[in-house]
C-alpha cells in the first residue's frame, strides 16, 4: 500500500474497511478500468467490490506512517486527513498513539518556520481596553448607518479582509500576548477562519510563551474550526500539560466539529487539563453509536460541564446519553438545548438526572421535556444535588452558581451590539471599548468590580466607581 493511500481517507468505507482489513483483496487492474486508471481511487473501488474476499491485505509499514506524519506541513493538513490520522478504523490504527506524538513535535517545530508569521508591534494597542485581562477580539461586521463615534476601529477594515490581513493580525495578537504583562485570563476570538498553521501561531507563538498570561478561557466561535484545526488545539493543549497556563475551559461553539472529531476528542481531551467544553451549535453526532458511548465514558471523564446543545446527535446517541449520565461522576452541569430527545425517552432522561450529580441542567427548545411540571421535577433534582443528601451545602461548587458557558455567552452578547460598548456607564466616556468585562452589568452575573477573581471571571476594576 502506498503513501497517498495512507494519508487520504475513504469517504465510503470509513466503518467497513477498519472492521475488515485483513479480509479482502481485488483486482487491481479490474479497478484501474473502472475508475480511469487512478491509482488511489483504484485501491478504494476495489475494497468495496472484493470486501468479500478472503486474501489479506498487505500490512502497513509503520516507518511509512511515521514519516509521512514528520514531513506533513500544516498547510497540507486537511479536515478528512486529520480525521483519518485520528480514526480507529485507520489501518495505523494501532499506533497512533506514536502518531500523535510525532505529530506534535511536528507542530511544535513548524511555528518557527512559518513563512507569513512576521508580527509587528502595534503601538496604538497599548491604551486599548480590549487586551486588558480579558480579550475579546471579533471579526463580526454589524451594519450602519454612520460613523459611530466613541469606538475602537475594527481589528481589520472591512475593505482590507483577506487571509493575507488575518495572518497577519493573528501574527501580531500573539506578539502582543507574549509581550503583554498584565495577566490574560480569557481569549476569544470569532468570525475569523481559523487555519491549523493560524492556530498554532496563535497558541504556541503566543499564549503558551507568556508564562504570566494565566490563560484559562480559550473560546473561538464561528471560526470555521474543523478536524484539522480542532486536532491541532488538542495536541496543543496536551502538550501544554506540561507548561503553564493551564486552560480549563474550551468554547468551539457553532464550528464545524463534525462526528468524525469523536475518536479525536476520546483520545486526547483526557490529556489535556480541560474541565468544561461546549460544542455547541457544531455538526457533532450522527456516527458511529459506539464511538459516542467511548466519547462519553473516556473524553468526558474528567469534564465538569459539557455543552451539547444544538449539536447533530442521532436518536441511538441520545439514547447512549441518556444511559450514561448517571455514571459521568464528575459532571455537574450538562447543557443540552435543542437535542431531539424522544418523548419516550423523557421518563429515562428524568431518572437519569436524579441519579447524577448534576447541579444545573438546560433543557430548552425540547418539546418532549418542556413542560412545567416536568422542568420542576428536573430543577429540584439539581437543587438536592446542590445541597447534598444530607442537607448540607455540596461544597463543590461554592465558588459560583450555574453554567460557566451560560454566564459566558451572556457576558460575551454585549459584545455584539453596535452601541452602548462604552467602558464607562454613560456620561463618563473619557475611554471606550467594546470589551463586556468592564460592563456594570456584569455584577448582576456576581462579578466583583475591585480587581479581584471569582467563579473564573476576573473583572477589573471601573474607573468610574472612582470618581
Same mark, same amino acid.
Given at each position: 500500500?502506498? !503513501?497517498?493511500?495512507?494519508?487520504?481517507?475513504?469517504?465510503?468505507?470509513?466503518?467497513?474497511?477498519?472492521?475488515?482489513?485483513?479480509?479482502?483483496?481485488?483486482?487491481?487492474?479490474?479497478?484501474?478500468?473502472?475508475?480511469?486508471?487512478?491509482?488511489?481511487?483504484?485501491?478504494?473501488?476495489?475494497?468495496?467490490?472484493?470486501?468479500?474476499?478472503?486474501?489479506?491485505?498487505?500490512?502497513?509499514?509503520?516507518?511509512?506512517?511515521?514519516?509521512?506524519?514528520?514531513?506533513?506541513? !500544516?498547510?497540507?493538513?486537511?479536515?478528512d486527513?486529520?480525521?483519518?490520522?485520528?480514526?480507529?478504523?485507520?489501518?495505523?490504527?494501532h499506533?497512533?498513539?506514536?502518531?500523535?506524538?510525532?505529530?506534535?513535535?511536528?507542530?511544535?517545530?513548524?511555528?518557527?518556520?512559518?513563512?507569513?508569521?512576521?508580527?509587528?508591534?502595534?503601538?496604538?494597542?497599548?491604551?486599548?481596553?480590549?487586551?486588558?485581562h480579558?480579550?475579546?477580539?471579533?471579526?463580526?461586521?454589524?451594519?450602519?448607518?454612520?460613523?459611530?463615534?466613541?469606538?475602537?476601529?475594527?481589528?481589520?477594515?472591512?475593505?482590507?479582509?483577506?487571509?493575507?490581513?488575518?495572518?497577519?493580525? !493573528?501574527?501580531?495578537?500573539?506578539?502582543?500576548?507574549?509581550?503583554?504583562?498584565?495577566?490574560?485570563?480569557?481569549?476569544?476570538?470569532?468570525?475569523?477562519?481559523?487555519?491549523p498553521?493560524?492556530?498554532?501561531?496563535?497558541?504556541?507563538?503566543?499564549?503558551?510563551?507568556?508564562?504570566?498570561?494565566?490563560?484559562?478561557?480559550?473560546?473561538?466561535?464561528?471560526?470555521?474550526?474543523?478536524?484539522?484545526?480542532?486536532?491541532?488545539?488538542?495536541?496543543?493543549?496536551?502538550?501544554?500539560?506540561?507548561?503553564?497556563?493551564?486552560?480549563?475551559?474550551?468554547?468551539?461553539?457553532?464550528?464545524?466539529?463534525?462526528?468524525?472529531?469523536v475518536?479525536?476528542?476520546?483520545?486526547?481531551?483526557?490529556?489535556?487539563?480541560i474541565?468544561?467544553?461546549?460544542?455547541?451549535?457544531?455538526?457533532?453526532?450522527?456516527?458511529?453509536?459506539?464511538?459516542?458511548?467511548?466519547?462519553?465514558?473516556?473524553?468526558?471523564?474528567?469534564?465538569?460541564?459539557?455543552?451539547?446543545?444544538?449539536?447533530?446527535?442521532?436518536?441511538?446517541?441520545?439514547?447512549?446519553?441518556?444511559?450514561?449520565?448517571?455514571?459521568?461522576?464528575?459532571?455537574?452541569?450538562?447543557?443540552?438545548?435543542?437535542v431531539?430527545?424522544?418523548?419516550?425517552?423523557?421518563?429515562?432522561?428524568?431518572?437519569a438526572?436524579q441519579?447524577?450529580?448534576?447541579?444545573?441542567?438546560?433543557?430548552?427548545?425540547?418539546?418532549?421535556?418542556?413542560?412545567?411540571?416536568?422542568?420542576?421535577?428536573?430543577?429540584?433534582?439539581?437543587?438536592?444535588?446542590?445541597?447534598?443528601?444530607?442537607?448540607?451545602?455540596?461544597?463543590?461548587?461554592?465558588?459560583?452558581?450555574?453554567?460557566?458557558?451560560?454566564?459566558?455567552?451572556?457576558?460575551?452578547?454585549?459584545?455584539?451590539?453596535?452601541?452602548? +460598548?462604552?467602558?464607562?456607564?454613560?456620561?463618563?466616556?473619557?475611554?471606550?471599548?467594546?470589551?463586556?468585562?468592564?460592563?456594570?452589568?456584569?455584577? +448582576? !452575573?456576581?462579578?466583583?468590580?475591585?480587581?479581584?477573581?471569582?467563579?473564573?471571571?476576573?473583572?477589573?476594576?471601573?474607573?468610574?466607581?472612582?470618581?
Open positions: 500500500m502506498t !503513501l497517498p493511500e495512507l494519508a487520504e481517507p475513504c469517504a465510503l468505507l470509513r466503518v467497513s474497511v477498519g472492521k475488515q482489513r485483513r479480509r479482502y483483496l481485488g483486482k487491481q487492474k479490474h479497478a484501474k478500468r473502472i475508475v480511469g486508471g487512478s491509482e488511489r481511487y483504484a485501491e478504494e473501488v476495489r475494497i468495496r467490490n472484493f470486501i468479500k474476499g478472503v486474501e489479506p491485505l498487505p500490512p502497513v509499514k509503520e516507518c511509512e506512517v511515521m514519516d509521512y506524519v514528520r514531513k506533513l506541513k !500544516l498547510d497540507d493538513l486537511t479536515d486527513r486529520a480525521a483519518h490520522l485520528t480514526s480507529p478504523y485507520s489501518l495505523h490504527a499506533i497512533m498513539r506514536e502518531v500523535l506524538e510525532e505529530l506534535t513535535e511536528n507542530i511544535c517545530a513548524s511555528v518557527q518556520n512559518c513563512e507569513w508569521n512576521k508580527p509587528t508591534e502595534r503601538r496604538e494597542w497599548d491604551m486599548d481596553f480590549r487586551f486588558l480579558e480579550w475579546w477580539l471579533s471579526l463580526r461586521t454589524l451594519p450602519y448607518r454612520e460613523e459611530p463615534n466613541g469606538h475602537y476601529p475594527p481589528l481589520i477594515p472591512w475593505s482590507e479582509r483577506g487571509k493575507e490581513a488575518e495572518n497577519q493580525l !493573528l501574527a501580531d495578537v500573539a506578539l502582543k500576548i507574549r509581550q503583554s504583562k498584565s495577566p490574560l485570563y480569557l481569549l476569544h476570538l470569532d468570525h475569523i477562519n481559523l487555519t498553521e493560524q492556530t498554532n501561531v496563535l497558541l504556541l507563538d503566543g499564549v503558551f510563551r507568556n508564562n504570566n498570561s494565566g490563560v484559562e478561557t480559550f473560546s473561538a466561535q464561528f471560526c470555521n474550526i474543523g478536524p484539522a484545526s480542532l486536532l491541532v488545539i488538542l495536541l496543543i493543549l496536551n502538550h501544554a500539560t506540561q507548561l503553564e497556563p493551564q486552560v480549563e475551559n474550551l468554547h468551539l461553539a457553532y464550528n464545524w466539529i463534525d462526528a468524525s472529531c475518536n479525536m476528542l476520546t483520545t486526547l481531551l483526557p490529556l489535556t487539563s474541565t468544561r467544553l461546549s460544542l455547541r451549535g457544531n455538526r457533532f453526532g450522527g456516527g458511529d453509536v459506539g464511538l459516542f458511548q467511548e466519547f462519553l465514558m473516556g473524553g468526558c471523564m474528567f469534564l465538569e460541564e459539557l455543552d451539547l446543545g444544538y449539536t447533530s446527535l442521532s436518536a441511538p446517541e441520545v439514547y447512549q446519553l441518556i444511559r450514561t449520565i448517571p455514571l459521568l461522576g464528575q459532571l455537574r452541569v450538562l447543557l443540552l438545548d435543542g431531539p430527545v424522544p418523548e419516550g425517552k423523557a421518563a429515562s432522561l428524568l431518572r438526572i441519579l447524577s450529580q448534576l447541579i444545573k441542567v438546560s433543557l430548552i427548545a425540547i418539546p418532549a421535556c418542556s413542560s412545567d411540571s416536568y422542568l420542576g421535577r428536573v430543577a429540584e433534582a439539581c437543587r438536592k444535588h446542590w445541597t447534598g443528601r444530607s442537607g448540607k451545602g455540596s461544597g463543590w461548587y461554592s465558588r459560583g452558581s450555574g453554567s460557566f458557558f451560560e454566564a459566558f455567552d451572556n457576558r460575551a452578547s454585549t459584545f455584539f451590539r453596535p452601541r452602548d +460598548r462604552s467602558a464607562l456607564p454613560p456620561g463618563y466616556r473619557p475611554f471606550t471599548t467594546n470589551d463586556p468585562s468592564l460592563h456594570p452589568w456584569s455584577r +448582576r !452575573l456576581g462579578t466583583p468590580t475591585d480587581g479581584t477573581r471569582e467563579g473564573g471571571w476576573f473583572t477589573s476594576p471601573c474607573p468610574a466607581s472612582q470618581g
